[in-house]
């Protein structure tokens, strides 16, 4: 990982704020290895909360705050890095997600990510994988969740294929079961939506074919539970059992009446989306049976920040996929690499930059260059739309929205338009982008050549850059680069100095 020694930290915890529920796991990492201390879950039914502009209500904000103040209680003195939060569908949807953002941070301490579908999914197989047994042959997780449902085929612990619909059981609720009653023609709307859904990534799963098929999600677990209650199976769900079922709750017709065992109380309300939902999957993959994994997205983000501080973190691979893509010069990024740490080390301190901003500006200056592959012409941008929106393991959307502006702001105007979305990183974000475009001028002249030690000074609003005597006067090209840069950075109200 970019850091220059590996943390390690004897308690770590996940928080997943899904769309239906908030989860939370405590655990004691010791080499290599994660034991589970707490586990706490709640309904939350955040997705519900979200009106037709994508808003989230007042009320459904409170559900979850209230829940994350319990939470907060496992989590107090656990350290910056120790505690990953994760958001998926319902904050990847609600437009006002910022404000909910900003007051679960202040009630748990720790930043909340919003991550996307993919790496949703991504996170999910790794939680299976870890609490499954390590099968030879291939996979098919299936995590049904509020909003969404995620679909991976993968292999040991590499997913091979990572899947997100917009399906979940509490956004089917809304639409097709929102006053209570089960008809059979409701129930019929809710399958075919799923279907229809399913339609763009069966062939794709179907090709890579599987030889288990693993179930994450509350909805999954709940379905096989009736089942197994009802004698109709061990707890696993197969064809037969969904069609005995189906049946079932639809004879029921109101959800206030699926009293059955296995159903929790706070589950009867959603449980014929999900099942509707489960049954389009089954049908469209020929599932034969389909087992339940307790691992799922917590302890797949519980063991991809084991895997950040300890031994493997899975976004220096995603950067070097980048690299090797985008037919990235490696000894020119490794050079701006090297000059932009060398120069983070000096301002550090004034400008308040922690391990977190290195880390971006090392990611920054590995890739800034990857929309070259595209056009020479204004290929800053190109590359940061590639960086924002691409799949990137390993990375939320919040880091990605960074990452791809200091790609776009790597030359000529640093966009201000778009540092005003980031509110509180914004004044940072220019600091390194300062760093990072110093970096690139300083080996402009591409090479091994010998470049000269300089001393950098901070400001608030300015950097002071020290060259050896006369050093200027005999590289012109650089002495004009650098005043050509002042004037650029004069623009955002940032002051250059050179001498």
């Known amino acids: 990982m970019p850091q220059a020694a590996a943390k390690h930290f004897s308690m770590i915890a996940a928080i997943d704020l899904g769309s239906n529920s908030f989860h939370m796991v405590l655990a004691k990492a010791d080499h290599g290895e994660i034991r589970i201390l707490e586990r706490l879950g709640e309904k939350v ?57 900003r007051r679960a941070e202040a009630i748990l301490g720790h930043p909340v990510e919003v991550i996307s579908g993919r790496e949703e999914a991504r996170l ?6 870890h609490s499954s047994a390590d099968t030879p042959g291939k996979r098919l997780v299936v995590d049904i969740g509020g909003g969404s449902t995620e679909f991976i085929v993968g292999q040991r612990f590499e997913p091979l294929l990572r899947e997100s619909l917009q399906m979940g059981c509490v956004s089917f609720t809304q639409r097709y079961f929102r006053d209570g009653k089960i008809t059979p023609a409701r129930y019929a709307q809710a399958y075919t939506a ?23 999600s509350g909805t999954i677990r709940a379905i096989g539970l009736v089942l197994k209650e009802a004698g109709q199976g061990n707890g ?4 037969a059992g969904l069609t005995w079922l189906k049946r079932k709750v639809l004879k029921l017709g109101e959800v206030d009446k699926l009293d059955l065992p296995g159903i929790k109380p706070d589950r009867r309300s959603i449980f014929p989306a999900g099942l509707a939902i489960m049954e389009a999957i089954s049908d469209a993959l020929s599932l034969e ?15 991809d920040l084991l895997g950040r501080h300890q031994h493997e973190d899975v976004r220096e691979r995603t950067l ?39 880390d971006l500006l090392i990611w920054a200056a590995r890739v800034h260059e990857i929309g070259l592959d595209i056009a020479h012409y204004h290929y800053h941008k190109h590359g940061a739309y590639l960086i924002e929106h691409s799949d990137l393991a390993g990375f939320s959307r919040l880091d990605q929205q960074m990452l791809a502006l200091l790609v776009r702001g790597h030359r000529r105007n640093i966009p201000k ?26 080996h402009h002249i591409r090479g091994s050549q010998e470049m000269p030690k300089v001393a950098l000074q901070a400001g608030p609003q300015s950097l002071d850059i020290h060259f050896p005597a006369d050093w200027l006067e005999a590289n012109p090209l650089t002495q004009a680069d650098f005043a050509q840069e002042a004037d650029w950075l004069k623009r955002i109200g940032f002051t250059l100095r050179i001498s």
Request: with cysteine; aromatic share 8%.
């Open 45 to 101: 039914q955040l997705a519900a909360g979200i009106d037709e502009q994508r808003l989230l209500s007042e009320e459904a904000m409170q559900r979850g705050l209230d829940c994350l103040r319990r939470f907060a209680q496992l989590i107090i003195g656990l350290p910056e890095g120790a505690v990953r939060i994760v958001g998926t569908n319902a904050l990847r949807e609600a437009r006002n997600r910022g404000e909910f953002i």
């Open 124 to 129: 999910i197989y790794l939680g299976v994988s």
């Open 194 to 216: 799923a279907r229809l859904e399913l339609m763009g990534i069966e062939h794709a799963l179907r090709r890579l074919g599987w030889q288990e098929a693993l179930g994450a």
């Open 236 to 239: 696993g769900i197969n064809p």
């Open 289 to 303: 049976g389909m087992s339940h994994s307790e691992g799922a997205l917590r302890e797949g983000v519980l063991y």
């Open 320 to 358: 070097s996929a980048l690299q090797e893509r985008y037919h990235v010069d490696l000894e020119q990024a490794a050079r701006v690499e090297e000059k932009a740490l060398s120069a983070f080390d000096q301002v550090a301190a004034d400008w308040g930059l922690d391990d977190e901003w290195r």
């Open 417 to 442: 338009d778009k540092l005003s979305d980031f509110a509180d990183q914004g004044q940072s974000l220019v600091r390194l982008c300062v760093l990072l475009r110093f970096a690139i001028l300083f």
